[in-house]
């Protein structure tokens, strides 16, 4: 069948829940509000269980079907927390909170699974147990891995878990996906640099760390230029440059850098690192400075595993007709610590051509993703647990 005729009736209902949660967006693990109503839908909804605080903010909420006779439990996760951009939509429901807004869609993720919720809930056709898992933290808190390390794989009985992510540029409602690497490991690293402050009229007795911090921006371009495999995918961006001046005429003593490392495979991963950390501290004392690298493996790579990837694009070809080959993607997914413990696949949906892009002020989830996104989480329910 195509889009579930429940999800068109359910539509405004679900759409009202999303322009809540757009209107009061939570950063990281501080989605208090976001996982009340969750919550209290999930009870309204008469969900069998509901578990709340699992990696510190998530929620839980299971449902089981007529029957049990498989025994088996699928998980379905969506992300609620938001970022820290002020909103320009010009939306009536535009953010109410000063700097903070959906800029991903996640208020669009938490109201689709909270869809599906309501009608596994109404209908119960199928056999074995749903996990309905509600995430915080996806934007670089980790989420993920703090509701893996707080044992909910284990607690719930998850076999299999299936996530899915808007993506503006693919026609409202269409998917795509890919089996094996999807989205990038995300490292993060912080430079600091030291030189010799003075006034910026005797440049010569100082130390320049604006002028070597300068030197090592682009010096660590050329990781991707010269030192990895052109058939290969990694991006180094340095995206933050302070100095410890504000004064037009005084050269700063110190300099600190952050930025991100992108890959999708361990030894380019492991060249970048090295190679970064190398760049830095040489430019550095090439130009008599000194500097630091504080580098973190964050998001691993995120995998889909291949029987379930394809699980997941037959779900998508029963609601929409077809299912697109995905590319790779250079962001990082926290989703990708539910896929390192268990098998299971993530999704594209879309959310129009002309969409702004995610992480930007004028971004809006588009609300007729909803009847795709509802009714590819229940096609996933009931194909890998059906009904006895």
Known sequence: MPIRNRFAELLPEIAEWRRDIHAHPELQFDTHRTAGLVAEKLKEFGCDEIVT??????VVGIIKGR???????????????ALPIH??????YASKTEGVMHACGHDGHTAMLLGAAKYLSETRNFDGTVAVIFQPAEEGG??????????????????????????PGIATGEFMTRPGPFFAAADLFEIKVKGRGGHAARPHVTIDTTVVASHIVLAVQS?????????????VTISSFHTDSVAFNVIAEDVTMRGTV????PEVQDLAEARLKELVTLTAEAHGATAEVDYQRNYPVMR??????????????????SCGDAPLVMGGEDFAFMLDVRPGAYMLVGNGED????????????????PAGCSWFAEIVEQRLPAA
Not at 67 to 81: F, K, P, Q
Not at 142 to 167: A, K, L, P, Q, T
Not at 306 to 319: L, P, R, S
């Open 304 to 321: 889909n595993t291949e029987e379930e990837t394809g699980f997941a694009a037959k779900a998508a070809a029963v609601v929409a007709g």
């Open 53 to 58: 605080g699992i990696g510190k903010t998530g």
């Open 142 to 167: 980790g989420g993920g891995r703090e509701m893996v390390n707080d044992g909910m794989m284990e607690r719930f009985g998850i076999n299999e878990v299936y996530g899915m992510h808007n993506w």
């Open 223 to 235: 990781i991707a230029s010269r030192n990895v495999s052109p058939v290969e995918q990694v991006v």
């Open 262 to 265: 992108r890959t999708h495979n």
């Open 67 to 81: 029957t049990n006779t498989s025994g088996r439990t699928v998980g379905l996760r969506a992300d609620m927390d």
């Open 87 to 92: 909103e320009a939509t010009g939306k009536p």
């Open 355 to 370: 969409s702004a892009m995610i992480h930007t002020a004028t971004y809006d989830f588009n609300d007729e993703t909803i």
